[in-house]
């Protein structure tokens, strides 16, 4: 099945540094969002974007849903170690959600 | 109020075997869906539920089967097990199963084939 290519793969950043990860597709989606999963845990839903162009935000959390519905955008600023987790994009192509292949976040304090 | 429930937390098979996983949506939840997702990749959607009815199915052999009782919980059943069927089970319910709806995921089952 199809997977969205997410990057970066990895990240090892300050604590306090802002954080940009993106996802891109070779189809059109019409929904885009993004998860938090941590170790043993199912995936939480962090933003929802339902509109190209669409720019939304979840405390320190934006997200964007790109004007070619073939790409989607997640920044969170100053982070803190609990944002330390794996964080999936997802799309929706009128049939199924498609996942990222995760983006793996560590914090250092 | 509870979450997702998937029952159980782990299991061990051999290949040739078969299995079944249990889902409890959250209550009022009538939709369900299962996602496969393999160690360091994302979870890959394998069905839908809505009503008792077969919404969607994803890319996976016949050996996958599923269905939703009457109470909106829910089975998935793989026959003939593979070594690469090996993975993270996860249910998500949602109102709906619309697109626009949050789904919420249960903790997932990890399976072990042997």
């Known amino acids: 099945g199809q997977q969205l290519n997410q990057s970066p793969q990895s990240m090892f950043i300050q604590e306090g540094e802002d954080v940009s990860m993106n996802c891109t597709s070779s189809?059109?989606?019409?929904?885009w969002l993004w998860y938090k999963q941590d170790p043993g845990e199912g995936p939480v839903l962090l933003i929802a974007l339902y509109k190209a162009g669409e720019l939304t935000s979840n405390g320190r959390l934006t997200a964007q849903f790109g004007i070619t519905r073939k790409d989607s955008f997640l920044n969170i600023s100053a982070s803190i170690p609990s944002d330390v987790g794996i964080y999936f994009c997802?799309?929706?192509?009128?049939?199924?959600?498609?996942f990222g292949t995760g983006t793996s976040l560590t914090v250092i304090p | 109020d509870a979450g997702v429930t998937q029952s159980p937390t782990h299991l061990i098979k051999t290949r040739g075997q078969h299995v079944t996983l249990r889902c409890s949506p959250i209550s009022g939840h009538k939709s369900v869906s299962w996602y496969q997702q393999v160690l360091g990749q994302g979870p890959q959607f394998i069905f839908q539920y809505y009503e008792k009815e077969e919404r969607g199915r994803g890319n996976f052999p016949d050996r996958f089967s599923a269905r939703q009782f009457p109470n909106y919980s829910s089975e998935l059943n793989v026959n003939a097990l593979l070594l690469g069927d090996s993975a993270l089970y996860l249910c998500a319910s949602s109102w709906w199963g619309l697109p626009t709806d949050t789904q919420y995921f249960g903790p997932g089952t990890r399976l072990t084939v042997l």
């Open positions: 189809s059109i989606f019409n929904t």
């Open positions: 997802a799309g929706h192509d009128g049939n199924q959600f498609y």
